[in-house]
């Protein structure tokens, strides 16, 4: 009797053993991903796109895992995508950056491709993807008492400064774009000079041609200057 009864200790204790070393064995398994901060928002309306390029904010991925529960911070290991590059980039890191370029609202993912927990032990489960909003207000008035803004843009491949005798308005190419207000009527005039070996390749939008640029600034003008 005191044999069986051993037994079915033995029996029962091997079961616990068995059921513990299965749970221990359970890999950690990624269920969501939460981005902070989860909205922001850039700019205001009385002031052009083009001056919000260069903001730049560091995102965070954290990752909740069950087997057992804990929330990780996974910036470093997951994908990072914008939909709508032009208004804002995200790098592998996570740095959300302004382009300058359009406004209104971009949505920026992370997603864990690999699905596995910080130790590297890889996980069972489908792709896990967290989502937030990046918002860069549009410009709707004129800054400086309601004056017209001219905004300089550059394209190509070479470098070169972009100056108006105007009122000393002065843009390098490095800044890919720059931002002025002059009153309404007033007569812009604008010189492009490339650094060498690059060259002038032309105007476009406000201006065109390879000359010098002449006009009156009456409404919000864009201009481009393309130095190859």
Not at 183 to 210: D, H
């Amino acid at each position: 009797m005191k044999a069986k009864w051993f037994g079915t200790v033995a029996l029962i204790l091997v079961a616990i053993s068995l059921l513990s070393v299965s749970s221990c064995g359970d890999p950690q398994e990624l269920t969501s991903i939460q981005i902070q901060p989860s909205v922001e928002t850039v700019g205001a309306s009385n002031i052009p796109v083009p001056a919000d390029a260069g903001f730049q904010l560091q995102l965070r991925a954290l990752g909740t895992y069950i087997h057992p529960p804990v929330t990780k911070d996974i910036t470093s290991q997951v994908t990072w995508t914008s939909n709508t590059p032009q208004m804002f980039t995200v790098n592998s890191g996570g740095l959300l950056s302004a382009t300058g370029q359009a406004c209104g609202g971009t949505l920026v993912s992370a997603t864990a491709t690999t699905n596995s927990d910080g130790s590297g032990v890889s996980s069972s489960g489908a792709i896990v993807t967290g989502y937030m909003t990046a918002n860069l207000v549009c410009y709707t008035g004129g800054a400086g008492g309601g004056e017209p803004i001219l905004t300089v843009n550059f394209q190509g491949s070479g470098t070169g400064t972009v100056t108006s005798s105007t009122s000393g308005f002065s843009c390098t190419s490095v800044d890919t774009s720059c931002v002025d207000s002059f009153p309404s009527g007033t007569t812009v005039t604008l010189t492009a000079t490339p650094i060498a070996p690059s060259t002038f390749g032309g105007w476009s939008g406000g201006c065109n041609g390879t000359s010098t640029c002449v006009f009156v600034l009456q409404t919000d003008t864009i201009v481009t200057a393309e130095f190859d």
